[in-house]
Each structure stands twice: as C-alpha cells, then as structure tokens.
C-alpha cells in the first residue's frame, strides 16, 4: 500500500468532462464490467459450450460406431443428434444467470449497486440485457458449430445429414440458443426473488431437470401428458428440434408458454426488487 | 445537507428508529453517535434508500435519495457492512460503479490514489486486509465527487497512520463546505473530529448539540477532601446540590463552585485538604446522555448521601 499524500484534492481534476449522471446506458456497461471482471462467469460460458460441443460430436461420433451408446431419444434425426449438448448445458447457463445476481446478495456487492442506482429497476433490465448479449451470441456459435461438426462426422461415415437450410433445421439451431438464453434469463429472476445462490440453483434445476421426470412418475396417466408439455424444458422442445415432439406443444404454441416461463418470473423478481429492503 | 423527519423504522415488532429528527449542515464534520443497535446504519441505510422507512422523511440536499438525476454527486456513503464481490478487482469494483453515471476510468484511477491503493488497484478485493478494504470503501464514496459524505464507523480496521489519515480527510471535506456525517460508537473518536454531534439511543434522538455545548453542559462536581466530611455533608446540603462518597473521605460536590465550598468551610471552621474541580471527559458527557438508553448497565460503587444525611 503506497502512503497517502494528504493534500491531494478530492475533487474531481478533470473539469472538462461532462457532469456524472445516471444513465440506463451507464447502468448497462456496470454490469458488463461486473459480468467480464469475475473469473466464474468466463468459466460458466466457456462450460457451457465445451458441454454443448462435446455432447454433440461424442454423440454423432456414437453414431458412426454403428453402436447404441448415450443418444437423444430421436436417434434418427441428425440435428437433435449433434444439438444433444443443449441439456447439458443448460445446467451450466443456469448458473451463469443465478450467479449474476447471487452472488450479489451473498457478497454484499448488491448494497453498492443499488446505492449507485436507487430506482433499481434499470439494474435488473441491465442484467438481463447483459446476460442476452452474452449468452446468446455464445450460444448461437456454439450450437452452430456443433451442427456443423456433428454433421461432418456424420456425413464422413456416410450417414443421413442435415443441413442448415433443410426444413427447421436453422430454426432447431436458433432455437437451442434462444433455449439456453432464456433458462439463462429465469436464472437471473430466480436469484432475484430467491436472492441465494443454493436456493435459486435447486428451484431452477427441479424445474428444467426434476419436474418433467417427477412428474412422469407421479402424475396420472390420464392427464399426465397435459401438464408436463407445459413445462419449459418440454416447452422449449418444441423449437429446440426441427419436429416438434407429437405429444407436445407446437412451435409456435411452445415459443410463447416457453416465453412465458421467463417473463412470468421476472415481472415477479421486478415487484420485489422494487418492495423489498436490501 | 441532510434532513432526517420523524424517520421511524420497524422490523416487525421491534422499532430499529423511533421518530428520529435532525439535520446534517454542511461545512462542519458531524457525529452520528450512539451505543450499537441504537439504530445509526438503519437511518444511514434509508437516508441512499436500502430500506424503506416505515413513517416519516430522510432526505439528501433537499430531495428523496432515488428522485436525484445523478445520485452518486449526491452523498457518497460507506456502509459498515461489506458491500464488495472478494473475487473482483478493486479497479474493476470502482470502474463497475462509476460506470452507472458515466464516471471515468481517469477518476477511478484518481480517487485509488487518494486513498492510497493505487499499486494493489489491480489485485482482487478479496485479498485485502481490513484497513484496505476500509480505504476502497471510502474510494467508493469519494468517486461521484459527493456534496455529502456519509461514513458508517470509518475507523474499523484502520491503523493509527490510516486513522490520522481519515480525521484529515474529513476535515478537509468539511473545509471544502461539503457535509460530513460519520457515525461511531466511540466518543473517543468523534472528539477527536467532529465539532457537532447527533446522539441516539434506541432508535430516539438524545441530543442535537455542538462538540463544545456538550462538554460544557456536562454536570461535573468538585471533589473535596475533609477528616470532617460527614459535618461538610451537612454544612453544603441543600437545594440543588447533590453529594456523594467517591471513597477515602473524598466527596463529590455537584452544584456548588470551589468558592462557594471553601469559603463555607472556612466559615464553619471545617479544614479542607484538598479541592479539586472535575472536568467531564466527552466520554463521561456521553455515558450521562446514554446512561438510560443502554441496555445493561454495570455495578456504580458510589454511595449516595440522600437529603435526610
């Protein structure tokens, strides 16, 4: 620690720029240097897309073997083979998008944040701009080339291929990163209203991973099928594939309940952040 | 400037600040003093708005914290709890909260240098000491270049250099006519640097008075060595005047002037060996003001002379 000079003013030196004021385009590069300046969100991203690419090149490879290995359920359609990855990744984008804001509460950090910006609101539209930004351009890259990679390998051991301009194929590849975007975006209303990292983490995967199975055993038959279409990860299916599940919802149908498993929880962690004392 | 209005606070059934009134002028370092739990980080904490109030106003230059259009040129505000994500860099931790009102890199740069952390700028937060982590707390607060300056308990975890340091610095941004408000459970520390003081106890306002008044004011009596002391006792009773027994035939005489007792004596032919006025400590003045707001107080071995003795 260097020793401090004690006549150093402490008012501003630089006259000539303009006078600070609060700006939502301020708030919005805030939390673009909070998301770049701490290591776990790097890793997260970078899990996410090694799991996604690895996921669907083990798969395709699986493919050429001749075997039955690991596999997606439509074990014919060559897209969902090499976007197989999109499950797992899921699990990890989650996290990117709790931690976000977790890890605010469980610092204190959120304290600064929320003294720097008392309307609060700006803050969480901010993260959640930040969090499509980052996630989703990330995501498109990754699902792409994994297609692509998934698709060589395929094709190498002449194997029936997709293509990106085949019939759904580019909406199954835009899909699966608009699927990851959104899981990312219910993280961040998750780790708001839940304001902890365990808490929003164990809600968020019960319901993307726990619910569809949990429901399947405990449901009745009769309507089982029903309800369970109506949650986000079956939801998201429907535009995640190039043919949507027969017993689910259709694309359109699924974009929009899918849709409303994002925004639903974010009005909700809006209300709070709004009411609530920090 | 800070106005606080009738500001209570309640967290269920218990009242963290009970109609609490004052104001805060610039110009002048002001202590926020009161024993712990007396309610000084909750007013502090609805004075930027991290809580609600549950009744009443706290307002900054004139408005609601939230309705200014650049709230960090407004008060700078270090809160006594940690307020700082371990795994970031002190310059990153700045630059991420300046940039919300367009602050730049250069000021940034500029107030880690004022506080002296300019060469582990780049280290992560997590790896500092108490006394750093106090001085990027207090770079937090300097960088809107505030008109108010509000310190919650700035001393914790400083060395004597750093709180040498401090006591400068804000007397410096008082000189500059900025307002100054910090708080402290240390009598000891605020006479050192504040001249006016806001005392609380329990969530209520004990006293709105300048460093000076309070001394002045405090009721101190004179101690008065007699072999004669029970005659002395009473010779001096009477309206007004209170004594007691501070042991080894030593009286505490509160109410009456050393004059006054010698020449009393002198007439009633009683010696007197020794006669000394008592100056109050600001410590002994603030024990008096919170004698009835702490919670437990300890054992007093003096004994008192009622009127009857």
Avoid: C
């Avoid at chain 1, 003294?115 to 792409?144: D, N």
């Avoid at chain 2, 914790?156 to 006591?167: M, T």
Wanted: aromatic share 4%; proline share 5%; no cysteine.
């Amino acid at each position: 620690m260097s020793t401090t000079t004690m006549e150093r003013p402490v008012a501003r030196t630089a006259v000539d720029e303009p006078e600070p004021r609060l700006r939502f385009t301020g708030v919005l590069r805030s939390e673009w240097v909070k998301l770049r300046s701490v290591r776990s969100s790097a890793m997260t991203l970078l899990g996410a897309a090694v799991a996604m690419l690895s996921a669907g090149l083990v798969f395709a490879s699986t493919r050429t073997s001749g075997g039955n290995g690991p596999g997606p359920r439509d074990l014919v359609d060559p897209t969902a083979i090499s976007l197989a990855g999109v499950n797992i990744a899921q699990l990890i984008i989650g996290v990117l998008g709790v931690m976000i804001v977790s890890s605010e509460y469980s610092t204190g950090m959120i304290r600064s944040t929320l003294t720097g910006v008392p309307s609060r609101l700006p803050v969480l539209a901010a993260k959640v701009s930040v969090v499509i930004g980052t996630v989703f351009p990330a995501m498109l890259l990754t699902a792409l080339t994994a297609f692509l990679g998934g698709q060589a390998i395929m094709g190498g051991a002449d194997l029936p291929t997709a293509a990106l301009g085949d019939p759904g194929v580019l909406k199954a590849v835009i899909g699966s990163a608009a699927a990851l975007t959104g899981i990312a975006v219910i993280g961040v209303a998750l780790g708001s209203i839940l304001r902890s990292t365990a808490g929003a983490l164990s809600t968020l995967f019960g319901l993307v991973f726990l619910a569809p199975g949990l429901g399947q055993l405990l449901l009745p038959t009769s309507w089982r099928d029903d309800v369970l279409k109506f949650l986000p990860s079956n939801a998201g299916g429907s535009f995640t594939s190039v043919v949507p599940p027969a017993d689910g919802l259709g694309t359109t149908a699924g974009v929009l309940v899918f849709a409303a498993w994002v925004v639903v929880p974010l009005i909700a962690a809006a209300v709070l952040l709004r009411g609530r004392d920090a | 400037m800070i106005e606080v209005a009738n500001l209570t606070k309640r967290y269920g059934a218990k009242t963290a600040v009970d109609g609490l009134t004052f104001t805060v002028r610039p110009g002048t370092v002001t202590g926020f003093l009161g024993p712990n739990g007396a309610g000084k980080s909750t007013t502090m904490r609805m004075l930027v708005g991290l809580d609600t109030p549950t009744s009443g106003t706290a307002k900054v230059n004139g408005k609601v914290y939230a309705e200014h259009r650049a709230p960090l040129r407004e008060i700078g505000v270090l809160l006594e709890a940690r307020a700082v994500h371990p795994g970031r860099s002190a310059r990153d931790h700045l630059l991420a909260i300046g940039a919300t009102h367009g602050i730049t890199a250069q000021r940034v740069d500029e107030v880690l240098e004022l506080v002296g952390l300019t060469e582990v700028a780049r280290r992560r937060v997590g790896n500092f000491s108490l006394g750093m982590g106090q001085r990027l707390g207090i770079a937090v607060a300097l960088l809107g270049d505030p008109h108010t300056v509000m310190l919650d308990e700035p001393v914790n975890g400083l060395d004597p250099d750093g709180i040498k340091w401090i006591r400068t610095l804000l007397k410096g941004l008082a000189a500059e006519g900025r307002t100054v408000f910090i708080s402290s459970h240390l009598m000891s520390e605020m006479a050192l640097t504040a001249e006016h003081l806001i005392v609380v106890g329990r969530g209520r306002l004990i006293a709105d008075v300048s460093v000076a008044d309070l001394i002045a004011s405090a009721t101190r009596g004179v101690h008065v060595l007699s072999p004669r002391s029970t005659d002395l006792v009473r010779l001096l009773n009477g309206d007004g005047v209170k004594i007691s027994s501070v042991g080894g035939g030593v009286l505490d005489v509160v109410g009456l002037s050393t004059e006054d007792i010698a020449l009393r004596a002198l007439a009633a032919g009683i010696p007197i060996y020794e006669l000394t006025p008592q100056r109050a400590s600001l410590e002994e003045a603030y024990m008096e003001l919170t004698e009835e707001s702490v919670e437990y107080h300890g054992g007093t071995t003096t004994t008192s002379f009622g009127k009857a003795a």
